[in-house]
C-alpha cells in the first residue's frame, strides 16, 4: 500500500519531538556551515582584489616612473 513499516506502527510523540528535534539542529548545523563557507569565498576574493590592487599599483609606479625618467632625459 506504500505505508512504510514505521508510519504503520506510529511513533510516540516524544519520539517525534526528538526527531523532528534532531533534525532541526542538524538544518541549522549545515546552514551554519553553508553561512562560514560563503563568508570564507567572500573572504578570499576580498583578498584576491587587494592583491591585484597592490600588483596594478605597482605597475603603475614603475611606469610613472619610467615615464617620468624618459621625460626629464629630452
Known amino acids: 500500500m506504500g505505508v512504510n513499516a514505521e508510519t504503520s ?34 573572504s578570499r576574493a576580498v583578498s584576491m582584489a587587494q592583491q591585484e590592487t597592490v600588483a596594478l599599483a605597482q605597475i603603475l609606479k614603475v611606469t610613472v616612473s619610467t615615464f617620468s625618467n624618459t621625460t626629464f632625459q629630452y
Open 9 to 42: 506502527v506510529g511513533l510516540a510523540p516524544e519520539t517525534l519531538g526528538a526527531r523532528l528535534t534532531l533534525e532541526l539542529n542538524m538544518l541549522d548545523a549545515v546552514t551554519d556551515s553553508l553561512l562560514q563557507v560563503s563568508n570564507v569565498e567572500h
